[in-house]
Nanobody, 119 residues
């Protein structure tokens, strides 16, 4: 089993910044992809940013404002969010695609952290 624990959410004014962190723990062989998704009230969960072997991918709505990074030694992924907008308000979920000790591919999710951007 793998656990993902997110931190760093909160309330911020428009134009402000927040940094989310997500640390993976447990037994696994390797973590492949790590990423952040978000779900706003009444909307579907959407990809915000992902990182695989140093290659990053961003939703168009956050390009130039958000930066995803990863510390492989700490099994941690970060999301630096700048120039936040009220429409960024959502629950942010960490995702990790893991190869377990039996070499099976598994998908794990954190419980989510709420980001609220006030206008």
């Amino acid at each position: 089993q793998v656990q993902l624990v997110e931190s760093g959410g909160g309330l911020v004014q428009a134009g402000g910044s927040l940094r989310l962190s997500c640390a993976a723990s447990g037994r696994f062989f390797r973590i492949n992809d790590m990423g952040w998704y978000r779900q706003a009230p009444g909307k579907q969960r959407e990809l915000v940013a992902a990182i695989t072997s140093g290659v990053t991918n961003y939703a168009d709505s956050v390009k130039g404002r958000f930066t995803i990074s990863r510390d492989n030694a700490k099994h941690t992924v970060y999301l630096q969010m700048n120039s936040l907008k009220p429409e960024d308000t959502a629950v942010y979920y960490c995702n990790a695609r893991v190869v377990d000790v039996l070499f099976h591919g598994m998908d794990y999710w954190g419980k989510g952290t709420l980001v609220t951007v006030s206008s």
